[in-house]
Nanobody, 124 residues
Framework: QVQLVDSGGGSVQAGGSLRLSCAASGYTYLTSCMAWFRQALGKEREGVATIDRDGSTSYADSVKGRFSISRDNAKNTLYLQMNSLKPEDTAMYFC??????????????????WGQGTQVTVSS
């Protein structure tokens, strides 16, 4: 089992920045692929970014050039640096992991473990 605890959300104005964190514990060798998802009110959960243990990354088109995903394998921690935030980035953000590699943006059903979510609100 893997436990994921995400944090770092908050309220910012458009153009601002936030950094999300996700701490993994338990059988962390099962976290080959880690990812960030988000879910806005009334919408489906969507993939934001993924990162493999070797550092390979993928991003949704909507966040390319503004968000950066990274991981510290020694600390078992995943990060999402979000810059130039827009009101449409407002959502609950979740970290997730799975035992197999990512290979790009993949759907939520492919992930085994989830954090509890952290709210990001961007005002115009």
């Amino acid at each position: 089992q893997v436990q994921l605890v995400d944090s770092g959300g908050g309220s910012v104005q458009a153009g601002g920045s936030l950094r999300l964190s996700c701490a993994a514990s338990g059988y962390t060798y099962l976290t080959s692929c880690m990812a960030w998802f988000r879910q806005a009110l009334g919408k489906e959960r969507e993939g934001v970014a993924t990162i493999d243990r070797d550092g390979s990354t993928s991003y949704a088109d909507s966040v390319k050039g503004r968000f950066s995903i990274s991981r510290d394998n020694a600390k078992n921690t995943l990060y999402l640096q979000m810059n130039s935030l827009k009101p449409e980035d407002t959502a609950m953000y979740f970290c997730a992991s799975r035992t197999r590699s990512c290979g790009g943006i993949i759907p939520p059903r492919a992930f085994n473990y989830w954090g509890q979510g952290t709210q990001v609100t961007v005002s115009s």
